[in-house]
C-alpha cells in the first residue's frame, strides 16, 4: 500500500518527474500528459459521482478505483517489469455494464446533445475527458509499447458513460435530441 509522509518533494521543480520504475521524465513526455488525462477524467467522475446514488454511485467508485489502476499501469513503462496491470476482465465489466443499463434504453433516433440532468450533464463531461484521454493513449501507444487492454478500457468507458447518461436522463426520456439546422 503506498504511504505519503510528505505531499511535496522538489523534485519535480526543474520540470521532470518520476515513473513508477524510478526513472526520471519530463513532464511534457506523452506518457505523463496520457497519465494526467487519466486523472483528469478521474477527478470530473469525482464531480458526477456528487449527483448519483445507490448502483450508479456504486460503479462510478469502482471506475474510479479502475482509473488508479490504469494510472499504474502507465507510470511502469517496461511491460515486463512487473507492477499492476489492467486485466481483460476489467474491460469485460464494463461490457457487460454497458449491456445492462443500455437494455432498458429506447434506440436513439437522433444524435442527442450532452445535458439533461445534473448526472447527465455530469456523466457527458466526463465521457469527453474520457475520450481526450484515448486519443492520447492511441499516440502513446504509437510510439512507446503499453498494455492494449488500456486503450480498451479507455474507449469502453466513454461508451458506458454515453449510456448513464442517457439512464440518467429519466432512462432517455429527458434526452436533448439534435435537430439538424433547426437554427438555420
Known amino acids: 500500500m503506498v504511504q505519503l509522509t510528505r505531499i511535496y518533494t522538489r523534485g519535480g521543480d526543474k520540470g521532470k518527474t518520476s515513473l513508477g520504475d524510478g526513472s526520471r521524465v519530463h513532464k511534457t513526455e506523452l506518457r505523463i500528459e496520457a497519465i494526467g488525462t487519466v486523472d483528469e477524467a478521474n477527478a470530473s467522475l469525482g464531480l458526477a459521482v456528487l449527483h448519483a446514488s445507490g448502483e450508479v454511485a456504486a460503479l462510478l467508485y469502482r471506475i474510479q478505483n479502475d482509473l488508479f489502476d490504469l494510472g499504474a499501469d502507465l507510470c511502469m513503462p517496461d511491460l515486463n517489469a ?83 447518461a442517457r439512464h440518467a436522463n429519466d432512462q432517455g426520456r429527458q434526452d436533448i435530441l439534435w435537430v439538424p439546422g433547426a437554427n438555420r
Open 82 to 164: 512487473g507492477g499492476l496491470r489492467l486485466i481483460a476482465g476489467q474491460v469485460e465489466w464494463l461490457e457487460s455494464q454497458i449491456d445492462l443499463f443500455n437494455e432498458s434504453l429506447n434506440p436513439l433516433t437522433s444524435f442527442i446533445l450532452p445535458g439533461g440532468t445534473q448526472l447527465a450533464a455530469s456523466l457527458h463531461l466526463a465521457r469527453t475527458i474520457v475520450r481526450r484521454a484515448e486519443r492520447v493513449l492511441v499516440a502513446l501507444s504509437q510510439e512507446s509499447q503499453i498494455n492494449l487492454e488500456i486503450v480498451k478500457y479507455i474507449n469502453r468507458l466513454s461508451d458506458l458513460l454515453f449510456v448513464l
